[in-house]
């Protein structure tokens, strides 16, 4: 079987983990939960989102966390901390935040579209060409996000064949990367398949990532897939934090704890301390007050 040599986490929980959690936090335990995630290794951090208070007040802090984090001097160039931007208003307080890369957040399902960003498939690549222009133009890069790859919460199971037509249309507008995101977790390795077999028609791997919600326990088996399928990013979540507001049911993304726990048995590259990577998961769901969801951080406690 092949595997990628090395593998890039794409660090989600200070993001996709907080932005679902019941106990808001404040700046500062952010900031200290994302200092012991890059101690740990990780070097590709979403640091929070630019969206909506209204619709997502866990992430209304997200200006000062990332004005602690960027314009500190010891600030490592080797690290990206990257933000979600649903539109314009989102992109600015981004830049002005000194913030170097953002995501635009698109769906397979029109259903989800507009539960998660009140419009239209079509209307959102619309909203997100000129977001993604003006980020190129100021030096900024940007990823995509398609949520619902393998299924909808509202629509139940989607083809590959939306899935493939946003993500050419986020690859046309200058995204260099697309984020295929299972938000319910419904996936099996055979949807997985299903999906990359169409995908890998028209796009190289290289452009793609994984990003897999462990809602049926099916997280870590899709993404050994996908790395079998030539896929060498994967998004994961630090304790298992996460889901998506706007998909009722929706858990927790893989944990990171547990990615890296397999990546090591596969003998793939991440640059991750694993016990370092366990105490920051452990400082993070006690602050949550909840349960530790990575079962390798359990069974190494
Ligand atoms: P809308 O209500 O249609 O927007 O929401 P609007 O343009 O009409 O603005 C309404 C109000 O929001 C206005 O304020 C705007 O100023 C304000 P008011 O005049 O009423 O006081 N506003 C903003 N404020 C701050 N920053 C902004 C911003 N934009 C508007 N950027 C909108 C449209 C997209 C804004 C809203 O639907 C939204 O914020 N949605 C975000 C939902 C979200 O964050 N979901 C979770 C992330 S996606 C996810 O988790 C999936 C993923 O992990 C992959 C996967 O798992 O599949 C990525
Ligand atoms: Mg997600």
Redesign the pocket.
């Known amino acids: 079987m092949n595997y990628p040599k090395s593998v890039k986490i794409v660090e989600?929980g200070p993001?996709?983990g907080l932005?679902?959690e019941k106990v808001a936090l404040d700046v500062d335990t952010k900031i200290a939960l994302i200092q012991r995630l890059a101690g740990a290794g990780l070097s590709y951090i979403e640091a929070g989102?630019?969206?909506?208070?209204?619709?997502?007040p866990q992430?209304a802090g997200s200006d000062e966390v990332f004005n602690q984090l960027l314009q500190s001097t010891q600030t490592n160039p080797a690290m990206t901390y990257a933000a979600?931007?649903?539109?314009?208003?989102?992109?600015e307080?981004a830049i002005a935040c000194g913030v170097k890369e953002v995501?635009v957040?698109a769906?397979a399902s029109e259903s989800f579209s507009q539960k998660?960003?009140?419009?239209s498939i079509a209307e959102s690549i619309e909203?997100f060409k000129p977001v993604t222009e003006q980020a190129l133009a100021s030096g900024l890069t940007v990823r995509g996000?398609?949520?619902?790859?393998v299924g909808c919460p509202y629509e139940g199971a989607i083809n590959p064949e939306p899935v493939a037509q946003v993500a050419d249309q986020l690859l046309a507008m200058g995204c260099y990367e697309i984020?295929l995101?299972?938000?319910i977790g419904v996936g099996t390795p055979a949807a997985i398949d299903a999906l990359l077999s169409r995908l890998l028609k028209d796009i190289a791997p290289n452009k793609l990532a994984i990003?897999a919600?462990d809602t049926y326990g099916q997280a870590l088996a899709n993404i050994l897939r996908a790395l079998q399928m030539g896929i060498n990013v994967v998004?994961s979540s630090v304790a298992g934090l996460?889901?998506?507001?706007?998909?009722k049911g929706?858990s927790g993304?893989v944990a990171t704890e547990d990615l890296v726990y397999m990546l090591n048995g596969l003998g793939i590259e991440h640059g991750v301390d694993l016990p370092k990577l366990i105490s920051a998961g452990n400082f993070i769901s006690q602050k949550l007050n909840r349960a530790n969801s990575s079962k390798v951080g359990i069974a190494l406690q």
Request: aromatic letters at 10%.
């Open positions: 989600v993001r996709d932005q679902n989102s630019f969206v909506s208070p209204k619709w997502i992430m979600l931007t649903p539109n314009m208003q989102g992109l307080r995501a957040f769906a998660n960003i009140n419009c909203r996000y398609i949520s619902c790859v984020s995101g299972d938000t990003h919600h998004d996460g889901g998506c507001p706007y998909a929706a993304n």
